[in-house]
């Protein structure tokens, strides 16, 4: 089959500078050669391909839109574009630079401490630290307000207790970024891998993102000094401007997961025959190409005005929930129809289309399900929260 060369229906291109262009060309090569080539075994055994993190480090990858500490400075589009291409790839490894860059970095260089960002940021921006970011608990993941983990204050500490579930990066992190309930209402600590009472886990037999590692975490009377309090962060809100950076990643990122899948749908469909003809020549599946096609391209205008506004600092929260809902939803419904044009083939790992589905059912859930985003957007139409 042909390799990837992008999808361009609109001359999209038009709009991106030379340096944007470069940097996917860097990406997408990178991703061509070194993730592609032991992906579908990665996936088969479990196994996140931990020997590319300091490969995408060096490339500039890691908190790639962030100013200062050895961050690569780049614009919004270049970062999305970047994010384009790896879960164009694979969502796992775009999974582990939004959670390092979005979640873990932006946290760090936005809410901590001097001290704090000029230990940490260099390091995980080389890919020789490793973050997560522990908000999700097992009994509440769309609502993080009714979080249980919580820190006390005695003398010069912290005292936590508690756990997470569902946490990327959970058992590699050497920094975990924990969110626990003090008297001052929801805040942001940093708790070091080997801190005593600190516990990890993998969580095993997982359907989606199976090349990402999953995690759940424990704290048990885990001591930290009051230094290790994220100073600027402030309440839910704080981890929710978090969140809107890594959904403003993952509304750019789906969108090579789906080019990947309506570029092997396509090529499959012209070379397999069926009843004497090549399938692409039935109206049905040149139907569902159109759909496909009409749906990325709709996606690629979204992401690329939801930069400018980031850019230009006036993108709101609920601008970035309808491109995540919209963009997870128009990902996974391609891949399903892209696993469904490939026949029996379609399940098996040679082809692509089988991974990308079950890696996007997880996407849609993670960082707000599309019946949150639905309710983000139903309380900016309406001015009503409906969440309970
Ligand atoms: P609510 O009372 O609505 O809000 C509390 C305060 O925060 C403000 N706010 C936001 N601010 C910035 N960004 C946002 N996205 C914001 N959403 C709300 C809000 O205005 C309010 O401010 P103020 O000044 O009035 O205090 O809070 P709520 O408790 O009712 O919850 C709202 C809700 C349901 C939308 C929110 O909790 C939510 O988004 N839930 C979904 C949880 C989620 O997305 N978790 C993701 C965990 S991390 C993850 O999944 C990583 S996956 C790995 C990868 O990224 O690859
Ligand atoms: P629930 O909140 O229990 O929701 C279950 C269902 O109920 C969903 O369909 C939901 O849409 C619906 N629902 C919930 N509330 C309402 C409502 N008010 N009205 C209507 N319907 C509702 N979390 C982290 O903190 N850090 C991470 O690094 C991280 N990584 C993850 C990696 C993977 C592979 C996965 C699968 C999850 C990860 N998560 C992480 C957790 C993720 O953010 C949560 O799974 C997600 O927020 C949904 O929470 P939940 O699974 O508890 O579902």
């Known amino acids: 089959m042909e390799s990837f060369k992008g999808l361009d229906f609109y001359n999209l291109d038009e709009l991106l500078t030379q340096e944007e262009k470069m940097i996917r060309k860097t990406v997408r090569d990178f991703v061509d050669k070194e993730l592609l080539k032991n992906i579908a075994e990665n996936y088969e055994k479990a196994l996140f391909p931990k020997e590319l993190i300091p490969k995408v480090g060096a490339l500039g990858l890691l908190g790639a839109n962030l100013k200062g500490y050895g961050c690569a400075e780049l614009g919004n589009t270049a970062y999305g574009l970047i994010l384009q291409e790896l879960e164009r790839g694979d969502s796992g490894l775009r999974s582990f630079v939004s959670v390092q860059g979005s979640l873990v970095m932006y946290h760090i260089h936005t809410f901590g401490s001097e001290v704090q960002k000029k230990k940490w940021l260099p390091k995980l921006q080389k890919g020789e630290a490793i973050g997560c970011f522990g908000l999700t608990e097992p009994d509440s993941g769309s609502d993080p307000s009714s979080m249980k983990t919580k820190a006390e204050k ?3 500490h912290y005292i936590l ?3 997470k579930a569902w946490i990327t990066n959970g058992t590699v992190a050497d920094v975990a970024v924990i969110w626990a309930r003090t008297k001052e209402g929801i805040r942001g600590f940093l708790v070091e891998k080997g801190t005593p009472g600190f516990e990890t886990r993998d969580i095993k037999g997982k359907l989606a993102l199976r090349a990402s590692i999953t995690s759940e975490l424990f704290l048990s009377d885990v001591k930290i000094p009051e230094e290790n309090l994220l100073p600027h962060s402030e309440g839910l809100k704080s981890a929710l401007m978090c969140l809107n950076q890594a959904r403003f990643g993952i509304s750019w990122g789906v969108i090579g997961a789906a080019e990947a899948c ?6 499959y469909s ?4 069926a009843f004497k003809k090549q399938l692409a020549s039935y109206q049905i599946v040149q139907q569902k190409l159109a759909w496909m096609l009409t749906e990325i391209t709709k996606a690629q205008l979204l992401v690329w005005r939801l930069s400018q506004l980031k850019d230009q600092g006036t993108l709101k929260h609920y601008h970035i929930s309808l491109a995540k809902r919209n963009n997870c939803w128009m990902a996974l419904e391609i891949a399903r ?9 379609g399940t098996a790992y040679e082809y692509i289309v089988g991974r990308h589905m079950c890696n996007l059912e997880a996407v849609k859930t993670y960082e707000g399900t599309h019946d949150i985003h639905t309710l983000i957007l139903g309380e900016a139409i309406t001015g009503i929260p409906a969440f309970s």
């Not at 309506?262 to 090529?267: F, G, I, K, P, S």
């Not at 892209?338 to 083939?345: E, S, V, Y």
């Open 154 to 156: 005695k003398g010069g």
């Open 270 to 273: 012209k070379e397999r025959i």
């Open 262 to 267: 309506y570029h092997q749908a396509l090529e």
């Open 161 to 163: 207790n508690g756990s």
């Open 337 to 345: 129809m892209a696993r469904d044009m490939l026949g029996a083939n």
